[in-house]
């Protein structure tokens, strides 16, 4: 007879951090020793009573808290790999003082073992149940000296300030000047920051005055920040039949009178196929970014999957895809993707346009997927520099700007030799 025995907390734990390791190696960012140190350490569990050890040590998010009448996440313990890569962005030594804004416990206890015996871990959330639960696990985890406090994140902490390091665990609009204001000179923020509609992981260095510039940004996805911070974007329906509607997120882009673009997609659509292939695996992040900085009216195209099965469209990404609104209002295209017809485990890059001047959109669409294809693929990206939102155009670095509420956005993409 044949005995089975269920996995430790700590076996399960241990394969945990391999993995994470392992994801960080893929994408050649290895973990450094403190934060894989960290990991082994912390008993995630604690943070997750009452789940099953095995969903416990997946690398993945877990929802703590939810809005079931809006269909949103109100709060999450964030997937170990995020989690490590945030933690690794921000450097975080002993000694530091740390303000984590968007309480969970799980990262606060992280952060307690990076600073050591000689640093301060402030967690603040602007729900007071997400403080509550969080102030239980973490004592049931024995880290009894954690700050926890009941505040907007827009406005930090700053009874406890100045921070050496301020991490961010909830997707921002855009940077308030208080992050500033407490911060020392040449701290770090690591922000999930949306831009255009999409969000990336900023690293951003401080440099006093209001300027920031991204030693890194990185792929991610987080729950939105709440309070003085909260922001919603335009997000008209192409479609808005249950179960297969399509639309538009409009986030720092144009405004739109959506009957004429309801109207372009049910015409018939003209594909257009650009010289661009990934293999299936390849993520195209980088080219999300690009034609978010080089597209005026600029748009992401979301869709139900029940639409792409109707085949009303054929998007790369159910929860937004790139497009473009053609300059009569009337017409869109939006990035599609095929197995290449002749070379095996390679993909193609197309756009499908919509309305009178859906053809022409369309091979706008392509002409900018192929060159990025020639000139910045593979490279490091974009630069990124944030500015007080009242400095003047002829100050700006060159390059697409985005204004936000305390801050201008500038990206900039040098060309790859």
Not at 52 to 73: I, P
Request: overall charge negative.
């Amino acid at each position: 007879m044949t005995s089975t025995s269920t996995p430790s907390a700590n076996s399960l734990r241990e394969a945990m951090v391999r993995e994470v390791v392992a994801n960080r190696a893929h994408v050649g960012v290895p973990l450094s020793p403190a934060v894989e140190k960290a990991l082994a350490q912390v008993p995630r569990e604690a943070f997750l009573p009452g789940l099953d050890l095995k969903e416990v040590y997946t690398d993945q998010a877990v929802v703590t808290k939810r809005d079931n009448k809006r269909g949103v996440a109100l709060s999450s313990v964030s997937a170990p790999t995020v989690i490590a890569l945030m933690l690794d962005r921000a450097d975080i030594r002993p000694g530091h003082r740390v303000l984590e804004v968007g309480s969970g416990g799980y990262n606060a206890a992280l952060i307690r073992e990076l600073v050591g015996a000689d640093g301060q871990v402030t967690s603040i959330d602007i729900d007071a149940e997400v403080i509550d639960r969080a102030h239980r696990c973490l004592v049931g985890a024995g880290y009894t000296d954690v700050h926890l406090g009941v505040a907007d994140g827009e406005y930090g902490f700053a009874d406890r300030a100045p921070f050496d390091r301020i991490i961010i665990t909830a997707g921002a609009w855009d940077v308030p000047a208080a992050w500033a204001e407490q911060l020392v000179p040449g701290g770090r923020l690591v922000v999930p920051e949306r831009i255009r509609g999409l969000t990336r992981c900023l690293t951003l260095e401080h440099h006093g005055q209001g300027l920031w510039s991204a030693m890194a940004q990185d792929m991610c996805g987080f729950v939105r920040i709440t309070g003085a911070g909260e922001h919603w974007e335009q997000m008209p329906y192409l479609n808005d039949t249950d179960g297969q509607r399509v639309g538009l997120r409009l986030e720092d882009g144009p405004d739109v009178d959506v009957r004429p673009l309801r109207e372009a997609l049910i015409q018939e659509p003209t594909t257009v196929w650009a010289e661009v292939l990934i293999a299936y695996d390849e993520a195209t992040d980088a080219q999300d970014l690009w034609l978010a900085t080089v597209i005026d009216d600029w748009a992401l195209l979301t869709a139900d999957p029940g639409a792409v099965k109707a085949r009303i469209v054929k998007p790369t990404w159910n929860h937004g895809t790139p497009a473009i609104i053609a300059a009569d209002g009337a017409s869109f295209a939006y990035r599609t993707l095929r197995r290449h017809p002749d070379l095996e485990n390679r993909w193609q890059f197309g756009a499908i346009g919509h309305g009178p001047s859906g053809p022409d959109a369309a091979q706008q669409l392509c002409a900018l997927m192929e060159e990025w294809d020639r000139h910045h693929r593979g490279g490091p990206g974009p630069d990124i520099t944030l500015v007080p939102a009242h400095t003047p155009d002829d100050q700006l670095p060159s390059g697409r700007v985005v204004n936000k509420r305390h801050t201008r956005m500038v990206l900039h993409w040098a060309t790859t030799p």
